[in-house]
């Protein structure tokens, strides 16, 4: 089943956002479940016919050897089918994870780490230099010791 939208039909690099994938995983998980589907009727219709029109000639055994042999591929087909439509969700999963989620953590650990370098390479004990003027910033002076709250060491050391 290949299914087409305005672009034309799939292609690889329409695979690149993470709900184009969610969308390719979803029509396979649709596609793959009408299979198992259809594959269990047959099988279901296989086996109907075969308990109601049981081969002349055979023994119990032989018959349901027969049977199960008939029918035995159709039940391991509708396994593989059922499995392959759980892994559909792994698809879409994996495929967000590992090309969006690992990659945009890995870039916010990277930035992190960068801005923290660039906090710890600008704290130094020299006194910092303003861009334009070069001159150094001034030191705040130390709270008075006659008991002087903090907003008021803040009003006084404001320019007016």
Request: no cysteine.
């Amino acid at each position: 089943m290949m299914s087409t939208n305005s672009t034309g039909p799939w292609s690889g690099d329409m695979l690149d956002r993470p709900e184009m994938v969610e969308a390719f995983s979803g029509q396979l998980r649709v596609a793959l479940a009408e299979y198992v589907d259809y594959v269990a009727r047959i099988r279901r219709d296989a086996e109907a016919m075969w308990k109601a029109n049981p081969p002349e000639g055979f023994g119990t055994f032989e018959a349901w050897w027969r049977h199960h042999k008939v029918t035995g591929p159709f039940a391991k087909l509708q396994e593989h089918l059922e499995a392959a439509v759980k892994l559909t969700f792994d698809l879409s999963a994996q495929y967000r994870r590992q090309r969006h989620e690992l990659p945009a953590a890995r870039q916010a650990a990277a930035e992190a780490r960068q801005e923290a370098a660039a906090l710890s390479r600008g704290s130094s004990s020299a006194p910092r230099r303003v861009s334009g003027g070069g001159q150094p910033y001034p030191r705040p002076r130390p709270a008075d010791q006659d008991g002087d709250s903090f907003l008021d060491v803040v009003r006084r050391d404001r320019p007016a």
